[in-house]
């Protein structure tokens, strides 16, 4: 499995995100800032992108899914303990 990080601006003022947010947690994903939700999982970057524009990203929003490797650091982050655990 990979870790992920998945960042995006929701661009369309008014809109519901909600299905955004429902689907990350399906995805098993715990929210680390206001837009950017951390994951472990078999699927590929690409495939996550896909799926997320399937399900609430609009085609005027931004996304960017990146692996996680390497060094990292953090400062009071949302869900602390659970990123330690996903990017470890």
Do not use: C
């Not at 837009?35 to 005027?60: E, V």
């Not at 996680?68 to 953090?74: C, D, I, K, N, V």
């Amino acid at each position: 499995m990979k870790a992920y990080l998945i960042s995006y601006d929701l661009d369309k003022p008014g809109q519901n995100y909600d299905r955004v947010t429902a689907r990350l947690k399906q995805h098993g994903a715990v929210r680390v800032l206001l837009s950017q939700w951390a994951l472990k999982t078999t699927w590929s970057a690409i495939q996550l992108r896909d799926d997320l524009q399937a399900n609430g990203i609009d085609s005027s929003d931004r996304l960017l899914v990146t692996e996680l490797r390497g060094e990292w650091a953090f400062s009071n982050v949302l869900a602390s303990e659970q990123f330690k655990q996903i990017a470890a």
